[in-house]
Protein backbone atom coordinates (compact mmCIF):
# COMPACT_ATOMS: atom_id res chain seq x y z
CA UNK A 1 0.00 0.00 0.00
CA UNK A 2 0.78 3.34 -0.43
CA UNK A 3 0.01 4.84 3.02
CA UNK A 4 2.21 5.46 5.83
CA UNK A 5 2.27 6.52 9.39
CA UNK A 6 3.59 9.54 10.34
CA UNK A 7 4.87 11.08 14.05
CA UNK A 8 3.88 14.56 12.81
CA UNK A 9 1.24 16.69 11.11
CA UNK A 10 3.88 18.06 8.91
CA UNK A 11 4.49 14.12 7.33
CA UNK A 12 8.52 14.82 7.70
CA UNK A 13 9.07 11.65 10.41
CA UNK A 14 7.58 8.53 8.58
CA UNK A 15 7.07 5.60 11.45
CA UNK A 16 9.90 3.09 9.73
CA UNK A 17 8.23 -0.08 8.43
CA UNK A 18 10.21 -3.44 8.91
CA UNK A 19 13.40 -1.42 10.41
CA UNK A 20 13.81 0.26 13.24
CA UNK A 21 15.06 3.28 11.69
CA UNK A 22 12.63 5.62 12.60
CA UNK A 23 9.89 3.51 14.93
CA UNK A 24 7.07 4.76 17.03
CA UNK A 25 9.16 4.28 20.53
CA UNK A 26 9.40 6.12 23.62
CA UNK A 27 11.07 5.01 27.25
CA UNK A 28 8.74 3.68 29.84
CA UNK A 29 9.22 3.06 33.62
CA UNK A 30 8.83 -0.93 33.75
CA UNK A 31 9.14 -1.05 37.50
CA UNK A 32 6.44 1.50 38.73
CA UNK A 33 4.13 1.15 35.31
CA UNK A 34 3.86 4.08 32.88
CA UNK A 35 1.64 4.89 30.10
CA UNK A 36 2.32 7.73 27.57
CA UNK A 37 0.27 8.94 24.73
CA UNK A 38 0.96 10.05 21.08
CA UNK A 39 -0.82 11.60 17.91
CA UNK A 40 -0.01 9.57 15.02
CA UNK A 41 -0.72 10.57 11.42
CA UNK A 42 -1.98 8.50 8.05
CA UNK A 43 -1.24 9.60 4.57
CA UNK A 44 -0.44 8.68 1.26
CA UNK A 45 3.23 8.84 -0.07
CA UNK A 46 3.83 12.31 -1.18
CA UNK A 47 6.19 15.19 -2.08
CA UNK A 48 6.17 18.63 -3.93
CA UNK A 49 7.12 19.63 -7.33
CA UNK A 50 11.25 20.43 -7.54
CA UNK A 51 10.08 22.70 -10.70
CA UNK A 52 7.27 23.76 -12.35
CA UNK A 53 5.61 21.76 -15.30
CA UNK A 54 3.84 22.93 -18.26
CA UNK A 55 1.23 21.06 -19.89
CA UNK A 56 3.14 18.94 -22.50
CA UNK A 57 6.22 18.32 -20.28
CA UNK A 58 6.74 14.42 -20.13
CA UNK A 59 9.48 14.93 -17.16
CA UNK A 60 9.18 16.37 -14.04
CA UNK A 61 11.67 16.78 -10.92
CA UNK A 62 10.33 16.15 -7.64
CA UNK A 63 11.83 16.73 -3.72
CA UNK A 64 12.13 12.64 -2.07
CA UNK A 65 12.22 9.66 -4.42
CA UNK A 66 9.15 8.65 -3.23
CA UNK A 67 7.07 6.88 -6.43
CA UNK A 68 8.07 3.57 -8.59
CA UNK A 69 7.82 2.79 -12.22
CA UNK A 70 3.88 2.01 -13.20
CA UNK A 71 2.85 3.83 -10.34
CA UNK A 72 0.08 6.50 -10.81
CA UNK A 73 0.49 10.01 -9.61
CA UNK A 74 -1.93 12.87 -8.94
CA UNK A 75 -0.93 16.72 -9.17
CA UNK A 76 -3.58 19.35 -8.57
CA UNK A 77 -6.83 17.38 -10.74
CA UNK A 78 -4.23 15.76 -13.34
CA UNK A 79 -3.42 11.76 -12.89
CA UNK A 80 -0.07 10.89 -14.57
CA UNK A 81 1.67 7.09 -15.14
CA UNK A 82 5.16 7.04 -14.15
CA UNK A 83 6.99 5.38 -16.93
CA UNK A 84 10.77 5.56 -15.70
CA UNK A 85 12.66 6.70 -13.30
CA UNK A 86 10.93 5.00 -10.27
CA UNK A 87 12.74 5.27 -7.26
CA UNK A 88 14.56 8.37 -8.02
CA UNK A 89 13.45 12.41 -8.06
CA UNK A 90 13.48 12.35 -11.91
CA UNK A 91 10.36 11.10 -13.40
CA UNK A 92 9.14 9.96 -17.15
CA UNK A 93 5.46 10.07 -17.50
CA UNK A 94 2.48 9.54 -19.64
CA UNK A 95 0.34 12.80 -18.91
CA UNK A 96 -3.67 13.15 -18.62
CA UNK A 97 -4.14 9.33 -17.19
CA UNK A 98 -7.22 8.07 -16.68
CA UNK A 99 -8.87 10.72 -18.77
CA UNK A 100 -7.77 13.22 -16.27
CA UNK A 101 -6.24 17.08 -18.79
CA UNK A 102 -3.04 17.79 -18.43
CA UNK A 103 -2.44 21.23 -16.80
CA UNK A 104 0.75 23.41 -16.03
CA UNK A 105 1.79 22.62 -12.47
CA UNK A 106 4.07 25.09 -10.20
CA UNK A 107 6.77 24.12 -8.14
CA UNK A 108 6.06 23.12 -4.75
CA UNK A 109 2.90 21.92 -5.66
CA UNK A 110 1.84 18.18 -3.98
CA UNK A 111 2.86 15.18 -5.95
CA UNK A 112 0.56 12.24 -3.92
CA UNK A 113 0.01 8.26 -5.07
CA UNK A 114 -3.06 8.12 -6.85
CA UNK A 115 -5.30 5.99 -4.29
CA UNK A 116 -7.75 6.03 -2.24
CA UNK A 117 -8.59 3.55 0.76
CA UNK A 118 -11.86 2.87 2.04
CA UNK A 119 -12.39 0.05 5.47
CA UNK A 120 -9.48 1.55 7.00
CA UNK A 121 -8.25 -0.25 10.29
CA UNK A 122 -5.26 0.19 12.80
CA UNK A 123 -4.37 -3.03 14.74
CA UNK A 124 -1.91 -3.38 17.43
CA UNK A 125 0.11 -6.63 17.15
CA UNK A 126 2.82 -8.62 18.62
CA UNK A 127 4.85 -10.23 16.43
CA UNK A 128 6.66 -12.59 18.62
CA UNK A 129 6.68 -14.51 22.18
CA UNK A 130 3.40 -13.42 24.05
CA UNK A 131 1.29 -10.59 23.33
CA UNK A 132 1.45 -7.27 24.64
CA UNK A 133 -0.70 -5.90 22.22
CA UNK A 134 -3.08 -5.41 25.14
CA UNK A 135 -0.59 -2.68 26.25
CA UNK A 136 -1.68 -0.69 23.27
CA UNK A 137 -5.55 1.51 22.92
CA UNK A 138 -6.15 3.24 19.94
CA UNK A 139 -8.63 6.34 19.50
CA UNK A 140 -9.67 8.73 17.27
CA UNK A 141 -9.31 11.51 20.00
CA UNK A 142 -7.34 11.70 23.11
CA UNK A 143 -10.50 11.74 25.69
CA UNK A 144 -11.65 8.71 23.81
CA UNK A 145 -7.85 6.81 24.59
CA UNK A 146 -9.43 6.68 28.19
CA UNK A 147 -12.88 4.35 27.24
CA UNK A 148 -11.11 2.45 24.47
CA UNK A 149 -10.73 -1.22 24.63
CA UNK A 150 -6.67 -2.26 25.24
CA UNK A 151 -5.90 -4.47 22.43
CA UNK A 152 -8.86 -3.58 20.04
CA UNK A 153 -8.38 -2.66 16.30
CA UNK A 154 -9.39 0.93 15.57
CA UNK A 155 -11.88 1.96 12.27
CA UNK A 156 -10.55 4.95 10.50
CA UNK A 157 -13.08 4.83 7.47
CA UNK A 158 -12.09 5.82 4.70
CA UNK A 159 -9.44 8.64 3.17
CA UNK A 160 -8.58 10.00 -0.19
CA UNK A 161 -5.55 10.68 -1.44
CA UNK A 162 -4.97 13.92 -0.81
CA UNK A 163 -6.35 13.34 3.14
CA UNK A 164 -4.78 12.93 6.37
CA UNK A 165 -6.20 11.11 8.90
CA UNK A 166 -5.31 11.28 13.08
CA UNK A 167 -5.59 9.12 15.88
CA UNK A 168 -3.84 8.78 19.18
CA UNK A 169 -2.29 5.63 20.83
CA UNK A 170 -1.53 5.36 24.18
CA UNK A 171 0.68 2.54 25.49
CA UNK A 172 0.63 1.52 28.95
CA UNK A 173 3.61 -0.77 30.58
CA UNK A 174 2.30 -2.70 33.85
CA UNK A 175 3.85 -2.22 37.04
CA UNK A 176 6.56 -4.42 37.72
CA UNK A 177 7.65 -5.24 33.90
CA UNK A 178 11.07 -5.40 32.92
CA UNK A 179 10.85 -3.99 29.84
CA UNK A 180 14.20 -2.93 27.60
CA UNK A 181 13.90 -2.27 23.98
CA UNK A 182 10.69 -4.26 23.32
CA UNK A 183 10.12 -4.31 19.40
CA UNK A 184 7.55 -6.33 18.23
CA UNK A 185 4.66 -4.27 19.12
CA UNK A 186 3.28 -2.71 16.38
CA UNK A 187 0.41 -1.14 14.31
CA UNK A 188 -0.89 -2.94 11.15
CA UNK A 189 -2.93 -1.10 8.85
CA UNK A 190 -5.49 -2.88 6.97
CA UNK A 191 -7.74 -1.29 4.31
CA UNK A 192 -8.81 -1.69 0.68
CA UNK A 193 -6.58 0.52 -1.92
CA UNK A 194 -8.47 1.59 -4.84
CA UNK A 195 -6.85 3.86 -8.05
CA UNK A 196 -8.38 7.58 -7.90
CA UNK A 197 -10.63 7.72 -10.97
Excluded: C
Amino acid sequence: MAIHLFKDAELTQQVSEGTMTSPDSDTYNGTDGESKDRELFLANEQTTLASAINDTTTTLQIVDARFTDGEAIVIGSEQMLVVSGGGTTQLTFERGYAGTTSGNHSSGTKVYSAYNYTGLLIQPIDNAGPSEATWVKLAANQAGLDSAVAGESLNLGDKAHNATLSFWRRVTVPAGTPVQNKTDIKLRVTGTESPVI
